[in-house]
């Protein structure tokens, strides 16, 4: 995929460029979601980032446990999902859920 | 994901190699499968194999469970490409919406007054005879051919190459009227009612496009809905 390119593209110059950069991925998918299985999200040590894994409702989150990542270099599988009393919480407005597996690109 | 595997990772999806990235979700750990070299740290079990190939030919990334744990199958299949014969006035528009959606572009037309770089700023150009062009294109199964030039002698060789080739979609511009005559022409050259069946036309979904860029958007339409909402194995047996 074109998007997925220019994302892959992107991590491998920050890493280039000596920046900690963290990958994240959609792995799985329930119900309706936004983004496919396999949408990326590459993110850099300062919060910059390129791409999406939803329509925008997880990114801040996924961005925050990619930092982490960045950090401590441990991978980590997330799962986002909403249920109307919780819609308040990080989630996908949609009704669906997905799960999101980030790593940090050594 | 460690950089070399990354740049692996990018070079086949540049290259139109079709390759596999797996991840075992709880370590981590990845292994990249491009032909018949594996590198990495994953053992592969007769299950996770077979799950492979289904995800590749199906050109879907997933998830499976393994006895070692969930593992992210992702395939890089070779890029899009869509083929425009005939560098008029829809195609215009239509390479520029085609670019937007992730295919690589090349419109073709041996009439250099037509394709001119000041007609089309960065978009690849062929001056070559239609067929010529998809020779040295060889269209595969991520190929999208249209034909917008009306006039016989470029876009009938373009069609009966495209007929020979794995070309997911083809689309050739012209009304009711001029697609029957078309298919007649084709017919002479031997080519039969299943096999014509794969060209669209009148080109593009019916939604009442007028202007060349409402064309254009009714052509990437069916192209889309071609790719996505057609399952591949009806394909094969159309």
Request: negative net charge; contains cysteine.
């Amino acid at each position: 995929m074109g998007d997925n390119e220019d994302i892959l593209q992107q991590a491998a110059d920050w890493r280039a460029a000596g920046k900690g950069v963290a990958l994240a991925t959609v792995v799985s998918t329930w119900g309706s979601s936004p983004r496919p299985v396999g949408s990326k999200l590459a993110l850099e040590q300062s919060g910059g980032f390129i791409g999406s894994v939803s329509g925008g409702c997880v990114e801040g989150a996924v961005i925050e446990e990619g930092l982490k990542s960045i950090a401590d270099g441990q991978p980590r599988l997330l799962s986002f999902g909403v249920s109307n009393d919780r819609a308040w919480e990080v989630g996908l407005a949609c009704g669906g859920k997905i799960q999101v597996f980030v790593e940090r690109v050594e | 994901m460690k950089l070399p595997l990354l740049e692996k990772a990018l070079a086949a999806s540049r290259s139109g190699r079709a390759a596999v990235l797996l991840t075992h979700l709880q370590s981590g750990h990845q292994s990249f499968i491009e032909g018949s070299e594996t590198i990495g740290d994953l053992t592969l079990d007769a299950a996770t194999l077979e799950a492979i190939r289904k995800a590749v030919t199906d050109d879907r990334n997933m998830t499976v469970e393994t006895a070692q744990g969930p593992v992210f199958i992702e395939v890089f299949n070779p890029r899009l490409r869509c083929i425009i014969v005939g560098a008029v006035h829809i195609a215009q528009p239509l390479a520029r919406m085609a670019a937007l959606t992730g295919y690589l572009v090349t419109v073709v037309d041996p009439r250099t007054a037509f394709a001119s770089d000041e007609r089309f700023p960065d978009v690849t150009l062929s001056t070559d005879w239609p067929d010529e062009a998809l020779e040295k294109l060889k269209p595969n199964r991520r190929t999208a051919i249209v034909t917008l030039t009306h006039d016989p002698k470029l876009d009938d060789p373009a069609l009966a190459a495209a007929l020979r080739s794995d070309a997911f979609y083809i689309g050739a511009l012209g009304s009711k009227k001029t697609h029957a005559a078309r298919l007649k022409r084709l017919t002479g050259l031997g080519f039969g009612e299943a096999e014509l069946a794969r060209v669209r036309g009148p080109v593009g979904l019916d939604i009442g496009a007028v202007s060349p860029a409402e064309i254009a958007v009714a052509i990437m339409a069916q192209i889309t809905q071609v790719l996505r909402a057609e399952p591949q194995s009806d394909r094969e047996a159309a």
